[in-house]
């Protein structure tokens, strides 16, 4: 009786606090969709093959989008590259390796602090050490300088997303390896890795989406040139806006036509989608393939 009479108590809060739950939830799916359905009425009629694979000319009156996507992908490459080496093994180190104390403990607060920095303090730092210190390129920005100071902006995501990966792997596989007498880098290699892939792939993501998403700090690292690169390889010392950097000046500056902002974005929407969709479709086959073995 007393059981009946506190759940009755308790109902209409109960029943306040999902109903919020469901509100606030629909109000967010809500929201993203009318993002969505917004740049694909504004922008998706004005994407053709003319827009994604010619150069913009002031001249010819023309505004394609060729040279910004290389400079998006070549400073994602650039970035991944770079940022995933250097953040799973700090996330190896700090779960696997270290010990607690007072140095891992400043370790993490500054990986935390790093986390919180805003992405336009992050490009005048790259433009003051990178460009002007180490000479990374031209004056006007560069590839390489651009996806460095990415890969500074990426990494606290990178480190803290894959370390919690790794302390979600059960510890009981951890024991059972140590007593089959596996080194701790065998146990790295072929338990802990292919266990955490998942949370893994989530930091590769977000990172991603993070690079392709960033302006502020590549505008003064990367540059705004918007000419298309004649050799891919030396283009990493060379500047080059990528969409987002584009799309903020056409949309600042003026210099288009209204819709293509609008078509850049959807652009931008689709190339994000597609580059994670792929990282997911990699990383479903890479742990299939080490299940099996």
Known sequence: MANTTYEKRIRPGVIAVRALIYTVTAAVVALVVAIIAFLIVKGLPYINWEFLSKAPSRLDETYGIAPMIINTLYIVLLSLIVSIPLGIGTALYLAEYSKPGKVISAIRFAIEILAGIPSIVYGLFGLAFFIN???????????IAGALTCTLIVLPTMIRTTEEALLQVNPS???AAFSLGASKLHIIRTVLLPCALPGIVVAIILSIGRIVSESAALLYTAGVDYTMPANLVKHVAEPGAGL????????????????VPYAMAAVLMILVFIINLSANIIAGLFKKKVSIN
């Open 244 to 259: 987002t950097v584009q799309l903020y000046l056409y949309a600042t500056e003026g210099g288009s036509p209204d819709w």
């Open 133 to 143: 210190a180490l000479k990374a390129g031209s004056s006007g920005g560069s590839m």
């Open 173 to 175: 596989y951890r024991e």
